[in-house]
């Protein structure tokens, strides 16, 4: 679970400088000056998707799926109930290349929580999981055995204007 708390704060890291290259892209206007509530433009921000790509080592598939519905679902919910989350959801890679994962985690939030919001929400959710930082960060090593992490991506939906 420390991987997601780390992957949270990468992701904070990476929203604040996309932020500014989506603001300068969209806006084209200076910051002080007040956008009119329908500047012509046709899309409007969404949620925010946190895509992690998963590689199934062989013979790890039954094993990570039963992490997936039990201990990893878990956390998602609580997450959910604590309104950190609004959706979470496992996809197949079902035409997988090679180099591409196995499987996409997806978490769906409507804001990327901030630093001090990151930190008081791992707190919570070490007491939830009645874990220690270090045992969490071990039973994260312990699933490197039958699978990989390819990478993680953090995308924002885009609405179209009514």
């Known amino acids: 679970?420390?991987?997601?708390?780390?992957?949270?704060?990468?992701?904070?890291?990476?929203?604040?400088?996309l932020a500014?290259?989506?603001?300068?892209?969209?806006?084209?206007?200076p910051a002080a000056e007040a956008a009119p509530a329908d500047d012509g433009y046709p899309l409007v921000s969404g949620d925010f998707w946190?895509?992690?790509g998963v590689d199934i080592k062989p013979g790890g598939g039954l094993y990570y799926a039963n992490h997936l519905a039990d201990r990893?679902?878990?956390?998602?919910?609580?997450?959910?109930?604590?309104?950190?989350?609004?959706?979470?959801m496992v996809f197949g890679n079902y035409y997988n290349r090679p180099g591409e994962p196995d499987l996409y985690l997806v978490t769906v939030m409507e804001k990327?929580?901030?630093g001090a919001e990151s930190e008081a929400q791992?707190?919570?959710?070490?007491?939830?999981?009645?874990?220690t930082t270090e045992q969490l960060a071990s039973e994260n090593a312990d699933r490197a055995e039958f699978r990989e992490i390819t990478g993680t991506t953090l995308l924002q939906e885009m609405k179209f204007r009514d």
Do not use: N
């Open 1 to 17: 679970m420390r991987l997601i708390h780390s992957l949270k704060i990468t992701g904070v890291a990476l929203t604040v400088a």
């Open 20 to 29: 500014g290259c989506i603001t300068s892209a969209t806006a084209q206007q």
């Open 50 to 52: 946190e895509v992690t």
């Open 72 to 88: 990893w679902r878990a956390s998602q919910e609580f997450a959910k109930s604590k309104g950190w989350i609004k959706d979470y």
């Open 112 to 114: 990327i929580p901030t």
């Open 122 to 131: 791992y707190q919570e959710f070490r007491v939830w999981a009645d874990a």
